[in-house]
């Protein structure tokens, strides 16, 4: 387990570095509680952490800690446009999109106002997602989608 998350804490620095982006965050469902545990994320050391918690801790990566992180279920609709995407999603704008409506509180609140969002089974049934969230609206090219 150790290999894993110094894995994803590399490759949350290098997408940060090419990026530029304020969070990382990896998303496994969860069928039997029906919400997407947040197995990694990196976020600004003065920030805390998204999702629900029953207990908070420390600032920076979250990983491997006492403390669960999760976030609630999506609509059907989401769902379907995050599961049929043949790459990564952008949403420009929560403040302006009607998308992921069951987490845009959330992410307002810690200050993310765009995402770039990829389903970890691309083609396929949604497993997980892997999302790179920015405090300010932005866009991507087809080359930072890859």
Known sequence: ?????ATLKTCAEHLHARLQQSRFLLLLFDPDQNKFEICYQSHPVNRHPL???EGRSGHGDTAGNSSTFSLTALSEVDWQWLERSKEAVEIEDLTADLKLMAWRDGFLEA???SLLLCNTNLGHS???????GYETPRTWTGVERE
């Open 51 to 53: 999702g629900e918690s």
């Open 126 to 132: 949604l497993e997980g997602l892997l999302i790179l």
């Open 1 to 5: 387990a150790e290999d894993w998350l």
């Open 111 to 113: 200050g993310v106002r």
